[in-house]
Every structure is written in C-alpha cells, then in structure tokens.
Nanobody, 127 residues
Framework: EVQLVESGGGFVQPGGSLRLSCAASGFSFSAYGMSWVRQAPGKGLEWVSSVSPAGTYTYYAEFVKGRFTASRDNTKRTLYLQLNSLKTEDTAIYYC????????????????????RGQGTQVTVSS
C-alpha cells in the first residue's frame, strides 16, 4: 500500500522558515519523480515543485523560485521542501505527490500527471 506522510508544517511569521518532510513507503521511491503541491483556503490545488527520481532535476513554480528548495534522500525514502522567506500568501496545506511513471524527468509534471497524495501538513504564515 502506497503511503505518503507529510510533516514539518506549523505557524511562522512572515520572513520565517520551515522544512517539510514526506516519508514514503509501499512503492519504489527511487524510481519515481516526486512533487509538492499546495491548497490555500478556498482555492484549488497548486503545483509548487518537483524532483526527478535521482534528484538530478528540480522544478519550481515561479512564485516560489529563490525561496523554496526541494530535495530528496532515496536512502531514507524521504522528500523534503525547505521553505524560506515565507509570505502570508504561502499559507496552505502542503502535500507531497507521486509523479506518474510515464512523465519524463526532464520537465515539470502537470497537476493531472500526479498520482497519490499524502494527508498534507498545514503551513500558516501570519504576523
């Protein structure tokens, strides 16, 4: 059974930092690209970042470039997202998701090219 468990969310002031983790089990983690997506209150799902299976390629949405860094440790079967310079508009539930195996690793996946998601971790940015 595929399991994705996100952690590391919390309450932080604008300009602050958080590190999210996603522990994966039940599938061949190192064979799949992984993504972070988020959903703000009252809004739809939004793609944030993706990492290729070996971690060679990373992709970011324009609104997080230079502030967020995605990485993975295949030996620990864990995906990470470092969030720096947080803004109030970054408030959302953050989910990790598996990229479908058919998606080439040399481009970012579309939202409809993502598979299972975890339960999410809440990030709240407020003064």
């Amino acid at each position: 059974e595929v399991q994705l468990v996100e952690s590391g969310g919390g309450f932080v002031q604008p300009g602050g930092s958080l590190r999210l983790s996603c522990a994966a089990s039940g599938f061949s983690f190192s064979a799949y690209g992984m993504s972070w997506v988020r959903q703000a209150p009252g809004k739809g799902l939004e793609w944030v970042s993706s990492v290729s299976p070996a971690g060679t390629y990373t992709y970011y949405a324009e609104f997080v470039k230079g502030r967020f860094t995605a990485s993975r440790d295949n030996t620990k079967r864990t995906l990470y997202l470092q969030l720096n310079s947080l803004k109030t508009e970054d408030t959302a539930i953050y989910y990790c998701a598996i990229v479908k195996i058919s998606v080439p690793s040399n481009r970012a996946p579309a939202l409809n090219e993502l598979d299972s998601r975890g339960q999410g971790t809440q990030v709240t940015v407020s003064s």
